[in-house]
């Protein structure tokens, strides 16, 4: 699934965080922080590669470029071995009343990784974020 243009949160208030921590109740490795008054949130998960293989989506090009867009939202990225890559959007719910994506990206050899990584930055990650 896509994720809609300029993603838009009820956001959390700090009562919200209070009441029920579901904004940032993650673990304390997350990078933690308020934008617009939306849960934003980034956890990263890289699984260890075999010899020879690269991972051609970096997480801080996934965060900037949600950034960029003005796109506010918790985001779980799990990159590990194998050709993969897709991502689900889940709107505010019953139990969470903010925006998730959560992002799987898989690897690819080493030599062909630098024309992987141009084509995630400038085809697959621009689509995902319009």
Known sequence: MRVPARLSSPGCNSSAIAAA????????????SRRGGQCAAMRSETAKLPKGHSYPLKPTTLEAALARAGISIDLHLIRSPGGLFDAHFWPPNHNLPHERLYVRAGSV????AADARHRMETVVIPSLVE
């Open 109 to 112: 050899p080493t030599d062909r």
């Open 21 to 32: 921590n579901v904004c940032y109740g993650w673990e304390a490795d997350i990078a933690k």
